[in-house]
């Protein structure tokens, strides 16, 4: 090309073309840029030639990244997990690390190239899981978070990692002017004076600093990139990483009120920076040796697919989960990080790995990252294959899932009541104030605790679960109401209400069901499954303001408040 610019723009259009395809066979962008940086590389296409300038423009989107994690660094969650999150994350760690390195050793690397492989293989992607999990409607479910928790954990003990890998080389760098002693205590010196620093600016900068400038998000926007690349650049002044530095700035702007704000306006620019990395990252491969590669490579992708949700799903199934919630939390972690990559490019920065060994974890990345992915999106279609073979992961009685927290006694309400969202709250207020008992069950453990706080009968329990209905001592003159709505076009994976209609009527639940859909193209399929009664909010809302709308213009007196009887929530076939 003849200018930087014109290649930037042929790389861009280049990748986006890649993206489109990988789209269309759902894959994380993840896999279609790396893809993309292989293919544009010397070893292929020769697109890229300007490696400095992708190479900055790679460091900003790792600051980037590394700040928003910072930034929403949720302790809370993990407090709220409790002791499955910490046991499980740190669990799956210490597995996966432990036995990737003797793997790595027996496929040839060397013992700090095994190390770094193994340390970087235990990272799963939060990003990734996130965005699948909540496309499909769960991360509010009860594996979601636990999933949640223990990737919290993972980010945590990712940036200890790199937070020692630092301090190492700057160690090194320090070790042959004044000796072991002196190059450690310069490093701690510098650290705790890092931290001080930050500190400080928590307690007197941050909020007062974002303050100033709250009226302009897009000011907001540019000074928490300012502040990401000046940590940054301040950690690699004192001979740390700057990824470390990015992840401080983060943790300093996450005591402000306006670090969700922060955050959600970031995240397209995070995902188009960290294109450059994985251009970048992809472009260094050397397709030649790749061949010699792909048999560690798929050694390792096995032990990845197979080990970490294995190890995750004894662990719960110890703690007292069900063999079905460790299944579908397990797959989470099937997969290796954009951290995996980013801890190997520290390491050939420090000069501790080879290009071939980046490359190795790279392939293992595409891998695990491209199966997992269909994993995880199809959870509920495996599931059903594996079940008989999952009871060994399960304790005879999971009491987290069905001991003290099953109190409340399905057969002595009148209504069990799916969904404690807005709508079904709603549904269950009408329902109570015309005599009748409710039991609300919601697969969020959040929502069944604040409903029990208000003196309500609540279970946790997943409607998509098809061994759920089972559990339930019901009786035929009780309805069964389904506030989670058909799950359609947009989600791949089971309807859940329609498992749940046909899990009842499969049961012998001979009372009545009525179901809520977002589309009057799910009635006749929910119908078909045995629902007696087809609920649709949006059309139903929408027929009653009319109503009112027409009444008002009559003459006659516009209603306040709809009247239940008159909505027109029947749809029958």
Known sequence: METVFQELSVVLLFATAVGGIGLLLKQPLIVSFIAAGILAGPSALGLVTADAHVEVLAQFGIAILLFIVGLKLDVHLIRTMGAVALTTGLGQVIFTSVFGYFICLTL????????????????????????????KGEIDALHGRVALGFLIVQDIVVVLVMVVVSALGAGTAEAGAGGIALAIGAVVLKGAAMIAAVALFI???AQPLLDRVAT?????????????????????????????????????????????????????????????FFISLGSHMDLSTVQSQIGPAIVLSLFVLIGNPLIVLAIMGIMGY????????????????????????????????????????????????????????????????LEWMLGLFERRVPHREIGAEDAAAPGRADVILFGLGRYGTNIARELRQRGLSVLGVDFDPEAVRLWRQQGHAALYGDASDPDFPASLSLREDQWVITAVPAQRGGTVGADPAEILVRGLRDGGFR???AVTAHRAHDVTPLRKAGADVVLLPFADAAHKAVEIITSHDSGAAPAVHADPDDLRVARHA
């Open 511 to 513: 009372g009545r069901i």
């Open 108 to 135: 040839g690397l060397t013992p700090l190239a095994s190390l770094y492989v193994a340390v970087a293989i235990t990272f799963s992607s939060t990003i990734i899981i996130v965005k699948l999990l909540s496309d």
């Open 322 to 385: 069900r063999k079905r919630t460790g299944f579908l939390a397990g797959l989470t972690v099937a997969q290796i990080s954009e951290f995996s990559l980013i801890f190997m490019a520290m390491g050939l920065t420090l000069g501790h790995v080879a290009v071939e060994d980046v490359g190795l974890v790279t392939l293992v990345g595409v891998v695990t990252i491209g199966l997992s992915t269909y994993m995880i999106l199809y959870s509920h279609q495996i599931y059903p294959r």
């Open 203 to 205: 307690r007197y900068a």
């Open 216 to 276: 302009s998000q897009e000011l907001m926007v540019l000074l928490a990139v300012g502040l990401s690349v000046a940590f940054a650049s301040g950690a690699q002044m004192l001979g740390f990483s700057m990824e470390l530095g990015a992840f401080l700035a983060g943790v300093a702007l996450a005591s402000t009120s306006y670090r969700e704000v922060v955050a959600s306006r970031l995240n397209a620019l995070r995902d188009f920076m960290l294109l450059f």
